[in-house]
């Protein structure tokens, strides 16, 4: 279909309305031709004809309400390692120091340094792959101009959870964030995200699984932002690789997660998972894109939704499995809670198979809270409000059996039941 001249109008007036750094330049040169390619997101795209991209295609930010909470403070009581940004910021005097650690880590406004030259070649590669299946332009943006983000290479296991905290103050924040992460074989990590970053946040991890590397993840978005935000996790996982990605939403404008997840290597898996609650202005859009190219891999979804007020949460997951990737062990679960009639759940499930050996399956649901289970818990002299907290929690349960860390989970959930005594 060809680009509308307005959106290629669009493009150009985001672009001069940038910056580039001059850090890993070619790398950006190249990421800003992938962008005037394809052009930047509209509603006609099949991926996003779901949720309006205008928001994230203008050049300047809406003036949010920065409401200052201890969100930030989150994973205070496990043995984390922090590191702070500020408004997008590295803040190294509240960070604490990876020197110990079996790592090497590196920020993307320092430069090429003489050891990391794995960095060079990593920027920007897993974005540029994904870029021939299906348009991506807003991490094709984020790769040109992202001034800042994190160089991890993980040489070790890495015993305590690392922890990025996000700390918006500015009500114009305008932050593009790029991390990578590159595991090693036999290498471990856990990296943990929390808090509101900015009014408009970009964000893209790319992840580098070597031969039998795990890497763990967990993200937690702010509860009162009103800003948007746009977070691409991109990972390649070669044989004997484990990767698990979980994120938790709670209330917000507009989120947009996309997961573009490359099996390469045989004998793998990847396990995604994430909790969405929200009403009102609330918009939140999982995507995911999963390719087996490799043997007897296995890959997970499970996504679930709580909406109410007219809030609007969106499903889009494919598993492609590819010829030679016999075996293929793959399960997509999309499910919705609707507290009311307003609230809309849209889903759009594939399965792309060219290989005859293999285990796929999806489904999805949506509906209303049991009334039999309400009456039971009510006739037990539960409080109506405690009883929809306590089925609420129970329908989301799934979601938090993914997480390997019994402690994070647990600190997740706690989180969620502080915030479903409001929200109910």
């Not at 509308?4 to 040169?29: F, G, H, V």
């Not at 809406?62 to 930030?72: A, K």
């Not at 404008?253 to 045989?266: K, N, P, Q």
């Not at 499930?349 to 818990?377: M, N």
């Amino acid at each position: 279909m060809p680009v509308s001249t307005n959106i290629i109008d669009q493009t150009e007036a985001l672009i001069s309305s940038q910056e580039m750094p001059k850090t890993y330049w070619d790398q950006r040169i190249e990421a800003l031709s992938r962008l005037r390619n394809i052009s930047l997101p509209s509603k006609k795209d099949e991926y996003w004809k779901y949720t309006d991209p205008q928001v994230f295609n203008n050049p300047s930010v809406l003036l949010t309400n920065v409401v200052v909470s201890d969100e930030h403070l989150m994973f205070r009581s496990i043995d984390c390692l922090r590191l702070v940004f500020i408004d997008g910021i590295f803040d190294k005097t509240s960070s604490d120091s990876l020197d110990d650690e079996p790592v090497e880590l590196l920020w993307l406004s320092s430069g090429t340094k003489e050891n990391s030259f794995w960095v060079s070649e990593f920027y920007g590669s897993l974005e540029a792959e994904s870029q021939h299946r299906v348009p991506r332009p807003l991490a094709a943006f984020n790769s040109a101009f992202a001034r800042e983000g994190l160089l991890l290479r993980v040489f070790g296991k890495v015993v305590k959870p690392i922890h990025i905290e996000y700390v918006n103050k500015s009500p114009t924040a305008d932050v593009i964030l790029h991390h990578c992460v590159k595991v090693e074989k036999e290498a471990s990590v856990t990296l943990i995200e929390s808090g509101a970053a900015a009014a408009r946040f970009n964000k893209v991890i790319e992840v580098d699984l070597s031969v039998g590397s795990s890497f763990d993840h967990v993200n937690v978005q702010g509860t009162d932002i009103e800003g948007v935000v746009a977070s691409q996790l991109f990972a390649k996982l070669s044989s004997e690789c484990s990767l698990k990605s979980f994120a938790l939403t709670m209330n917000g404008t507009l989120t947009r997660h996309e997961s573009i997840i490359d099996l390469v290597g045989d004998n793998s898996s990847a396990h995604l998972a994430g909790a969405a609650i929200g009403g009102g202005l609330f918009h939140h859009d999982d995507t995911v894109f999963i390719t087996h190219d490799a043997l007897a891999c296995e890959s997970r979804q499970v996504f679930k939704k709580v909406l109410r007020r007219g809030g609007k949460g969106i499903f889009q997951g494919k598993i492609l499995v590819k010829p030679m990737a016999q075996k293929t062990d793959g399960y997509q679960l999309s499910q919705a809670l609707l507290l009311d009639e307003e609230s809309q759940f849209l889903v759009k499930p594939e399965l792309e198979i060219y290989a005859d050996d293999v285990a796929c399956s999806h489904g999805s649901t949506s509906g209303a809270i049991d009334e039999e289970a309400l009456f039971y818990l009510r006739s037990r002299g539960i409080p109506d409000e405690k009883a929809r907290e306590l089925l609420v929690l129970a329908f989301l349960a799934e979601v938090f059996d993914e997480i390997d860390s019994a402690e994070i989970a647990e600190e997740l959930v706690n989180h969620l039941q502080l915030y479903l005594s409001g929200y109910l």
